[in-house]
């Protein structure tokens, strides 16, 4: 038995909120960067800026000074397309000891962006005054090459070494030599050459005729030397290859135009986010999970992820799926919580992993990875009928399914169940994973192995794609096999779960055969995988719209009124946006149509109150005031990859949007626009490389169709 009863070795600490912070964030594949509204990196305990590379610290300070003093805050904007950040900056008053300057003489503008491996910063100082200024500029710049498990809060005793930097007349190098052995280098590259320059600083005297401009470019390059052209000559260049990476991958999906033009916004941002998330891989396109805390492949949110925009681009699930079968578990391995056939759960490249402090190196502690991989990979099929990839794929399915059986069969009632197998890994291995999200009706925290409720769904729809799958390839007696598993799952499961009383399903069964009677959104979920009885739908999703458990915002992980409940809690009252998103899809599925609405409403209206229009990874659980926005979450990570597409995920499910490949049709199943949306329209909506853009407004209480633009055999079907 694995007892849940200590504190989250993992948990993050919240000693500065971010969403206080009002951090930017630039990401391309493995290098990640988060900056204050200034662009600069400031020291200070506890603090989250940096320039990070494979879950290391790279640049841990790096400030623009003028005359020894921080510049004026204009604005701070990131491009739409999350490519560039821009910084509007001037001068303070400087007293005549340090040039004897007027305050708003001196514009600074700092343009920065992230490509292959390199942090590009142009520096541009113009002089609005009528005579001439010697500036002075200061760029300061420190790196302690810290784990990023140690930026989150985590206590480290020993550490490696770092070594003397090496400086020339225009270059810095700074290095760190670990305790596993890796030498790991920062190196800066100041173009044109610093009048001065150490260890820790580079000083210009930039002279400025009236109303003229000077430029600075700045080069931050993470284990690898600078390139042999300078940083003026490489600027502009790596920025127009840069934003044509960006169209071009941005530009496969299905493209969403609105009457309401905010709504716009916010789907542009999620776009752009989700677009800056995903890594390509040798596999094709992964969205890691979040920045700051999860810039890496997660498989359960890159699974959900993917389900999520699958109506939209299937190119991303299609990576997920390849990536994630490629690093599919072969053996048992206790540390890593590894087992043949089960899907990975995190990876990390850090110090701090490779050493064994953390398990995270390749970890494989997710109970529900393996059966929502075996989930994407039939929706995957009935989206595309790319029957050549999901083939390919079939024998990753068929260890998967083989876990799962191995799984449920070491349990008396047959559920598949989690448990660590070590101390080190992590308790609770469902969604929410911190140490007390799984508990009883009086508190006290549930004991293992624990079958989460959610999970039991997540194998019953597995199983159903899995039959499907091997229907299409001619495997016909695992088809049957894999029907009848699922219905005999099915059975079981309202057996054990259901809670008459409660009217919705018990959150978990806990090792001993205890049901955790609580009410939570793990039920919810079981609406997306199709397990529930259609009459027990219905009382779960009156509960899930009650006010016990929706504030106004979206669903709440756990009710108001149970003895966990903490509005400001991880996982025991918050509000998760793709929590949501599944609900409303699961809704859907059920035809609670309005009961979806809702929860796309909710959730756009709180899109309108957050910085950028970008859903965070969560918020608090308070209940909507009239006038005030949702609450947030000190320590949310933002952009969230499952965040960044609830929205679509929530407007996929209100339209009822389906594809039928056999009929080479989009359909359109009973569709619903909510109050704030008269009119959507839907650009290049695909299968295989037929193309269809379809307009649907509200009509009273119905929705019409239109469509404007084909290209193909191909069709749109209203079913009302």
Known sequence: MDHVQEPDDFAITAQISLMEQRLRTLKYNDMFGVFDVRGDIRPGPGGTEGLYFNDTRYLSEFELLLGGHHLTLLSSTLRDDNATLTCDLSNPDLPAAQGGLSSNLIHVRRSRFLWKGVCHERISIRNFDEVAHTIPIEVRYGADFVDLFEVRGMQRTRHGRHEPAGVTQQTVTLAYTGLDDRRRTTDLRFDPPPARIDEGRALFDVSVTPHGRRLIYVEIVCDKAPGPRRPAETFLACMLEQRRWTRTRSASAAGIETSNEVFNEAMRRAISDLTMLTTEKPTGPYPYAGIPWFSTAFGRDGILTALNVLWMDPAIAAGVLRYLAANQATETDAAADAEPGKILHEVRRGEMAELGEVPFRRYYGSVDSTPLFVMLAGAYLDRTGDRETVAALWPNVVAALGWMDANAAGHADGFVRYFRQTDKGLANQGWKDSF???????????????????????????????????????????????????????????????????????????????????????????LLSGICAPERALRVADGLMGSRMFNGWGVRTLASGEVRYNPMSYHNGSVWPHDNALIAIGLSRYGLKPQAERIFAGLFDAALYVDLRRLPELFCGFARRRGQGPTFYPVACSPQAWAATALHAALGACLGLSFDIGERSVVFDRPRLPPFLSEVTLHNLALGDARISVVLRRMGSEVAMNVVGRSGVIHAVLRS
């Open 436 to 526: 007390d999200s799984i508990s009883h009706e009086d508190g006290a925290l549930a004991e293992g192995p624990i079958a989460l409720c959610e999970v039991q769904g997540y194998v019953y729809a597995a199983r159903r794609a899995a039959a499907r799958i091997a229907g299409r390839l001619g495997y016909d007696d695992v088809a049957r096999n894999e029907d009848e598993k699922a219905a005999a799952l099915q059975v079981a499961f309202e057996g054990a779960f259901w809670c008459e009383d409660l009217g919705t399903y018990a959150l978990a069964i806990d090792g001993a055969g205890r049901p955790c009677r609580v009410s939570s959104s793990n039920a919810g979920q079981l």
